[in-house]
């Protein structure tokens, strides 16, 4: 009786703990994310961290989170403003040009005639829809149409919830900086406790994975989009400083990069410079072929013992599933499934 009655309490408890839980994360859900981003964020500046610890002895508690979670902020914020500023000027100077357009019509730029191939039927499509003011004015009235209040006001709304989640993965950053002992110790043990060494080992790759993945997207895709803003200074692109920061955010996804080049060619192209177009893409090519193939695979491969194709699945397949997130959880995930099949064959040939 006392066994069957033992049995009961612990199926009620486990199913009390499992309901629970399933209500917490129904609840948390839409902070998973924030989460997610925390972590990863706390295990790629986790080695600055510890310096700064060592460093300032008797301030880590507070004073070192803190700071890193501003800079942290400032890292994303202080380019975001950049953006903003300059976007709002470009459409400062769009509504003028529509107001002209709508006044005067748009004449057939320069540009057309110089055309290598095409010019004269763009000339001909350009005077019959935009070189006079009632054509132009017909193929600008969409502009003004009441499906752009809409979508503003879907793009509002999804930016208000994106500065929810950043607000909120930066204060989840700031504690779990400031008890970061703490946090570790209890996962340890609870790692220990339900999974044995493996799960350890398994904690370990992931996180060597992901800071592998940190080192080879981000401080690789920097370094493509310095080299870029400096090409396309030379090659007088508009706005060379913003589209290189664009450039280095695309280099971070796979073949994202060459989309930023075709975006600097075709403007090179409007201004009439065609070696301009050509010489940024062919040394925008050179570059991310580099990147691609050598400096990539080195630095993230090298971290985690992972064969580059299987860092790609991850990387896309993560982007397609989680977004911008999966391009750390993703590879995280596949170097952790190698791991686990290495660990079995190895085993498997032991015991044969």
């Known amino acids: 009786m006392n066994t069957r009655t033992e049995t009961a309490q612990r199926a009620a408890r486990l199913a009390l703990v499992g309901a629970l839980l399933l209500i917490g994360l129904w609840i948390a859900h839409g902070f998973v994310p924030a989460l997610l981003w925390a972590v990863v964020l706390t295990i790629a500046v986790d080695p600055l961290h510890l310096k700064l610890r060592a460093w300032m002895k008797g301030t880590h508690r507070i004073v070192i989170p803190l700071i890193i979670t501003a800079l942290a902020a400032l890292m994303v914020l202080v380019p975001l403003a950049f953006g903003i500023a300059q976007a709002l000027r470009e459409a400062h100077d769009i509504s003028s040009w529509i107001a002209q357009a709508q006044a005067q019509g748009v004449p057939v730029p320069d540009w057309v005639a ?21 054509d132009a004015t017909q193929q600008l009235r969409a502009i003004r149409g009441g499906e752009w209040l809409i979508h503003s006001r879907m793009i509002g709304a999804n930016v ?147 064969p580059f194709l299987w860092v790609l699945i991850g990387i896309l397949g993560g982007v397609e599933t989680l977004g911008l997130l999966g391009l750390f959880i993703g590879p995280a995930v596949m170097a952790v499934l190698v791991m686990l099949w290495r660990e079995f064959l190895a085993n498997s040939g032991a015991e044969a």
């Open 114 to 134: 110089r055309l290598p191939i095409g010019g004269e039927a763009v000339r001909d499509w350009w005077q019959t829809h935009l070189a006079r003011p009632e």
């Open 160 to 306: 208000a919830h994106r500065a929810v989640v950043f607000g909120f993965t930066l204060l989840t950053l700031f504690f779990v900086l400031r008890d970061r002992d703490a946090l570790l110790a209890q996962g340890r043990r609870a790692v220990l406790r339900f999974f044995g060494p493996t799960g350890e080992r398994v904690g370990a790759q992931a996180i060597r994975s992901v800071r592998g993945t940190i080192d080879g997207l981000v401080l690789v895709g920097l370094g493509v989009g310095a080299l870029m803003a400096i090409v396309y200074l030379v090659a007088g692109v508009p706005h060379p400083l913003l589209l290189g920061g664009a450039t280095a955010i695309a280099a971070m996804i796979p073949f994202g990069a060459p989309a930023m080049f075709a975006v600097a060619a075709l403007l090179l192209l409007l201004q009439g410079s065609v070696g301009g177009a050509i010489a940024v893409v062919a040394i925008g090519t050179a570059i991310i072929f580099v990147a691609d193939h050598f400096i990539r695979p080195a630095m993230i491969g090298g971290a985690t013992q992972l």
